[in-house]
């Protein structure tokens, strides 16, 4: 239990950030993470340690996320962006345009992935969870993430090129 107290200021932001990006809402990403945390230190026990802890907290989260996915609160979730019921930012409107076109190109390009590969980014760009431990989430060689997220990056830098013009 004190390791995990000890690595809660490591991890926590990057499990907030594998959310965030996950549900794009600010307050759900928090309240998922709160669970995540909760669930984690309620199983301590049942960590094996085989593998680290924070494959297992993030293996935690992957199963909190399917959860909230088959929930109806994600179903409101989708409604209030549809609806354009989104948080207010603190910054100009010409940031918030530049950030938000940035963010739907990245989102666009995670969409067109295969499932695999884009958590495989998701994990690595906001997780920052090592290759062998997304290996171990994914079901897949350490060598063989390396090469699909290097692979995926190589591409994405391509097409963010093109775009730029």
Do not use: C
């Not at 907030?16 to 301590?44: M, P, W």
């Not at 593998?51 to 929930?71: E, G, Q």
């Not at 918030?96 to 695999?116: A, G, N, V």
């Amino acid at each position: 239990m004190q390791e995990l107290e000890k690595q809660y200021t490591e991890i926590q932001p990057k499990i907030f950030a594998f959310f965030y990006i996950k549900v794009q809402n600010q307050s759900i990403a928090e309240e998922l993470t709160q669970d995540v945390f909760y669930q984690a230190v309620k199983g301590f026990h049942s960590f094996s340690g085989k593998s680290t802890l924070k494959t297992w907290i993030f293996s935690i989260a992957n199963n909190r996320l399917k959860t909230y996915y088959r929930s109806k609160k994600y179903a409101r979730s989708l409604n209030d962006k549809i609806t354009n019921q989104t948080e207010q930012h603190q910054i100009s409107p010409e940031e918030w345009m530049i950030h938000k076109e940035e963010h739907q190109r990245f989102q666009t390009y995670l969409k067109e992935l295969s499932p695999t590969i884009r958590e495989i980014m998701i994990l690595r760009l906001y997780g920052e969870l090592s290759f062998k431990e997304i290996g171990e989430l994914v079901s897949q060689s350490e060598n063989y993430v390396r090469l699909a997220f290097h692979r995926a990056k190589i591409k994405l830098k391509n097409e963010m090129r093109e775009l730029d013009g």
